[in-house]
T-cell receptor, first 112, second 112 residues
Framework: AQSVTQPDIHITVSEGASLELRCNYS??????LFWYVQSPGQGLQLLLK??????LVQGIKGFEAEFKRSQSSFNLRKPSVHWSDAAEYFC??????????FGSGTRLSIRP | ETGVTQTPRHLVMGMTNKKSLKCEQH?????MYWYKQSAKKPLELMFV???????ENNSVPSRFSPECPNSSHLFLHLHTLQPEDSALYLC???????????FGPGTRLTVL
């Protein structure tokens, strides 16, 4: 069965430090992959997505993610985090029409 | 008004009440979704509508009754809910089924 795993429940990084959030998926073919961000009390906002082509995807707010087929991973990165990046981050995989599976999320805290 | 809107933003109801959640999208999309987001659990897909027709019911209890009168509006009718139904209910839409989802801000539901 298809699944998405975000192994880190909560991560704290210092402002200005680099960030990597992990995401692993289980699916037989190449899926559509997404990263969403959710601020407290808000809905989810799309950061970036991968459908095909270049495996390094650029998104909004300075985020990027790299699709690695051999590792079944789609990790999110940012070279220098800002206090405003504190939020919950969700990785998701779409395996077919209407079948979008979300990971359990990683909560990011920023240390001043 | 643009994007996906949801009303009310907060709702407190007793177990014997009947209430409705409303979602409206101003994006010209054809697919709409209801999700349930509970604390410490992955986002759960509840219902999917494509061109006003329900195409997915993810084993949701009958005390949740969706309605999609047109491609722009989606309702979730609630009756005889349980305290464990307390959660953030998110609505989303896509230009066509399976593409990037655009989320509303959610309705925070508390069942007493």
């Amino acid at each position: 069965a298809q699944s998405v795993t975000q192994p880190d429940i909560h991560i704290t990084v210092s402002e200005g430090a680099s960030l990597e959030l992990r995401c692993n998926y289980s699916y037989g073919a190449t899926p559509y992959l997404f990263w969403y961000v959710q601020s407290p009390g808000q809905g989810l906002q799309l950061l970036l997505k991968y459908f095909s082509g270049d495996t390094l995807v650029q998104g909004i707010k300075g985020f990027e993610a790299e699709f690695k087929r051999s590792q079944s991973s789609f990790n999110l990165r940012k070279p220098s985090v800002h206090w405003s990046d504190a939020a919950e981050y969700f990785c998701a995989v779409a395996t077919s029409a209407s079948k979008i599976i979300f990971g359990s999320g990683t909560r990011l805290s920023i240390r001043p | 008004e643009t994007g996906v809107t949801q009303t009310p933003r907060h709702l407190v109801m007793g177990m014997t009440n009947k209430k409705s959640l409303k979602c409206e999208q101003h994006l010209g999309h054809n697919a709409m979704y209801w999700y349930k987001q509970s604390a410490k659990k992955p986002l759960e897909l509840m219902f999917v509508y494509n061109f006003k027709e329900q195409t997915e019911n993810n084993s949701v209890p009958s005390r949740f009754s969706p309605e999609c009168p047109n491609s722009s509006h989606l309702f979730l009718h609630l009756h005889t809910l349980q305290p464990e139904d307390s959660a953030l209910y998110l609505c989303a839409s896509t230009p066509y089924d399976g593409d990037t989802q655009y989320f509303g801000p959610g309705t925070r539901l508390t069942v007493l």
